[in-house]
């Protein structure tokens, strides 16, 4: 049997619990983008993370800058990357629209998750609406 796209299950989970992925859209990509952010000189300070911000027109979009510095191993960025992608995929309906820069400022050895993810959520709840 053929499968017809948009019929599956999973399709039909998503549509159900809405559109939970980090399409390419809402993404700060480029280097002239991730400039304008931190040209604007706004930002907001948590103990990890410093989210810097610029209004813009459009929808939110969200750009990640983990230096190998601070964070030595991939597996250590990677899931920083993926803490934060997915608060932001949770609020994004609440977002005003700027572009954002999640940049990691402090190194994070001996941090839980749970830490990390509370200083994620606390530098986006401290966002100017």
Same mark, same amino acid.
């Given at each position: 049997?053929? &499968?017809?796209?948009?019929? +599956?299950?999973? &399709?039909?989970?998503?549509?159900?619990?809405?559109? #939970?992925?980090?399409?390419?859209?809402?993404?700060?990509?480029?280097?002239?983008?991730?400039? +304008?952010?931190? !040209?604007?000189?706004?930002? *907001?300070?948590?103990?990890?993370? *410093?989210?810097?911000?610029?209004?813009? !027109?459009?929808?939110?979009? #969200?750009?990640?800058?983990?230096?190998?510095?601070?964070?030595?191993?991939?597996?250590?960025?990677? @899931?920083?990357?993926? @803490? !934060?992608?997915?608060?932001?995929?949770?609020?994004? &309906?609440? #977002?005003?629209?700027?572009?954002?820069? #999640?940049? @990691?400022?402090?190194?994070?050895?001996?941090?839980?998750?749970?830490?990390?993810?509370?200083?994620? *959520? +606390? *530098?986006?709840?401290?966002?100017?609406?």
């Amino acid at each position: 049997m053929r &499968d017809i796209p948009g019929n +599956s299950a999973h &399709d039909q989970l998503g549509n159900r619990l809405g559109n #939970l992925g980090f399409p390419p859209e809402r993404r700060v990509r480029k280097t002239d983008e991730y400039s +304008s952010v931190f !040209a604007f000189r706004r930002s *907001v300070r948590g103990r990890f993370f *410093v989210l810097h911000y610029r209004p813009v !027109a459009g929808p939110a979009r #969200l750009g990640l800058v983990v230096a190998r510095k601070l964070a030595r191993h991939a597996v250590t960025r990677n @899931l920083l990357k993926r @803490l !934060a992608r997915e608060h932001f995929r949770h609020i994004l &309906d609440t #977002l005003p629209g700027h572009d954002l820069a #999640l940049r @990691l400022a402090q190194k994070t050895d001996g941090a839980t998750r749970a830490e990390l993810r509370e200083d994620i *959520v +606390s *530098v986006f709840a401290r966002l100017p609406r």
